[in-house]
């Protein structure tokens, strides 16, 4: 009989996890066990036996916990099981805005900035700098990469900053852009 494989790891990924393990001695296979934490689900045996000491466990839902564990094999059978290692898949955040512009209009600033990959949407932020107030997030994202804030009050200079998101969450802050409505 095998030894067990020790030194499991998990690293996730976008609905998926990499599940790498130390080669245990007299091994010719490995049989990988899984569940989803998350929904309360029994062990999964999958079906074939890999012979490498990493593989890629996919069609994981991003968001759930997942347990993986494996048995090393031979002709003469399986070890016990190895330890188990938890991970828990996310999707790709789509990096941040570049290239914010602010262009001043009557009572109005119209902001641009650069398509962020991978985003389906964009978050506004400003702030008017003339009075000191602080940062207010408008309520519904964009898609479109250019957006006219209106309501501004002439001669007052106003900040503005984006963040680019997708259904995995929101990158960090564009830079900022300033105007001043006249």
């Known amino acids: 009989m095998p030894s067990p494989a020790t030194g499991l790891t998990a690293e996730p990924g976008d609905g998926r996890a990499r599940i790498c393990w130390n080669p245990a001695p007299n091994a010719t296979g ?13 062990w999964y045996r999958v079906p074939y036996p890999v012979t490498d000491t990493c593989s890629t466990v996919t069609q994981l839902t991003n968001g759930h916990t997942y347990e993986f564990r494996v048995r090393s094999s031979n002709a003469n059978g399986e070890a016990d099981y190895s330890g188990t290692v938890r991970a828990r898949p996310a999707g790709t955040i789509p990096p941040p805005a570049t290239g914010l512009t602010a262009a001043p209009g009557n009572g109005s600033a119209r902001i641009c900035w650069n398509p962020a990959p991978n985003a389906t949407g964009y978050v506004m932020y400003h702030r008017d700098v003339t009075t000191g107030e602080g940062w207010y997030r408008v309520p519904y994202p964009v ?3 250019c957006s006219t804030v209106t309501q501004l009050t002439n001669g007052h200079t106003y900040e503005f900053r984006v963040r680019s998101s997708n259904a995995n969450g929101e990158a960090d802050y564009s830079g900022t852009a300033a105007a001043t409505p006249g």
């Open 30 to 42: 490995y049989v990988m066990y899984h569940r989803d934490v998350t929904t309360g689900e029994s």
């Open 143 to 145: 898609t479109d990469t």
